[in-house]
């Protein structure tokens, strides 16, 4: 993970209607207009904060149609660990340094396909 990654995950996580989008979706998958309705919250608010954790990794969202032909969209959690500490910060700054410091010739030396 480098730091923008790292920067896109803390912001997806950081407002208290992500938090409880999280936290609704834990035990599984909700269609959208009940997730909205547990959350007391419109469906075009509720999309913003999902577009947010979904472009973060953090959820996944995909369509399903029902037996009547409707397109019912569900939202379930991502599998995600991440631990912040200055470890993590600091291996995604040195990530950013290998990823900005190598020419193409060299990460392809360096990957398993150019060896």
Not at 2 to 23: C, D, K, P, Y
Not at 50 to 66: C, P, T
Not at 75 to 83: G, H, I, Q, S, T
Request: glycine fraction near 6%.
């Amino acid at each position: 993970m480098n730091s923008e990654e790292l920067l896109a995950f803390l912001s997806a996580v950081g407002h208290a209607q992500r938090i409880r989008i999280i936290t609704e979706l834990a035990p599984g998958q909700l269609y959208v207009s009940e997730l909205a309705r547990r959350l007391g919250v419109s469906r075009p608010l509720l999309y913003m904060h999902l577009e947010r954790l979904e472009k973060a990794g953090l959820v996944v969202g995909r369509l399903e149609l029902s037996d009547d032909g409707k397109a019912l969209k569900y939202f379930e959690l991502a599998p995600f660990d991440v631990r912040l500490n200055v470890d993590t910060i600091l291996a995604a700054v040195r990530q950013d340094a290998a990823d900005t410091s190598r020419t193409p010739d060299e990460a392809a030396q360096q990957s398993p396909e150019g060896s």
